[in-house]
Nanobody, 123 residues
Framework: QVQLMESGGGSVQAGGSLKLSCAAS????????FGWFRQAPGKEREPVAS???????YFTPSVKARFIISRDSATKFLYLQMNNLEPEDSAMYYC?????????????????WGQGTQVTVSS
């Protein structure tokens, strides 16, 4: 059974940065698509960024050029570096793993989820 655990959320002002971490158990778990989703109050959960087994990365348009997704080769942690944050980025962020991707390269039909970490951006 794979377990995912996020950390690193918090409250920042617009323009600030946060780095989210996701620890997988087992640590060497390598899904075809490893990514981040977010869900704001009253909105559907949406994919934000993905890291494929090939090493390719994909982002939803609203965060492209501001967010970076990566995985540390030593710790195997999945990271989401979020820069120039906007109030619209406020949401619960989830780490997730999937076997498939959508047309944009983002994870689709994730079957493992973390518990989520809250990100709040104030204007």
């Amino acid at each position: 059974q794979v377990q995912l655990m996020e950390s690193g959320g918090g409250s920042v002002q617009a323009g600030g940065s946060l780095k989210l971490s996701c620890a997988a158990s087992p640590a060497n778990y390598r899904p075809p698509c490893f990514g981040w989703f977010r869900q704001a109050p009253g909105k559907e959960r949406e994919p934000v960024a993905s890291l494929l087994g090939s090493g390719s990365t994909y982002f939803t348009p609203s965060v492209k050029a501001r967010f970076i997704i990566s995985r540390d080769s030593a710790t195997k942690f999945l990271y989401l570096q979020m820069n120039n944050l906007e109030p619209e980025d406020s949401a619960m962020y989830y780490c997730a793993a999937a076997d498939t991707i959508d047309r944009s390269g983002l994870c689709l039909g994730a079957h493992y989820w973390g518990q989520g970490t809250q990100v709040t951006v104030s204007s």
